[in-house]
């Protein structure tokens, strides 16, 4: 598993820091030493959730390819939350009765 900290550290201080958000980045057992296949969960300390676990988004990536890195990965992991954001965020904005 991979975890990513977005941390904002007002003026550069350390005491002063505040989580926005954590995304994980889990191994889903399915792949191979060359092909890994993950579930990305990102969760925001600060906002209120119905299950406690302040979980906003889901994505998968598959077949991704191990040789790259994980620094693409964690990349490619983002790219995804956010086309998944832009999504839901048209969505919302639509009137009722109109398709995507």
Known sequence: MLK?????H???SDS???CLSEIFIVND????RDI????VFIYHPKIPSSDGKRRSA???VRKFSRKLGAQ?????CLQRLHA???????KVALKPGQDA
């Open 4 to 8: 990513v900290i977005i941390e904002m």
């Open 10 to 12: 007002p003026f550069g």
């Open 16 to 18: 002063d820091k505040q």
């Open 29 to 32: 057992g399915t792949g191979n």
């Open 36 to 39: 890994g296949n993950y579930s």
């Open 58 to 60: 889901e994505v998968c």
């Open 72 to 76: 693409a990965l964690v990349s490619l």
């Open 84 to 90: 998944k954001k832009e999504k839901l965020d048209k």
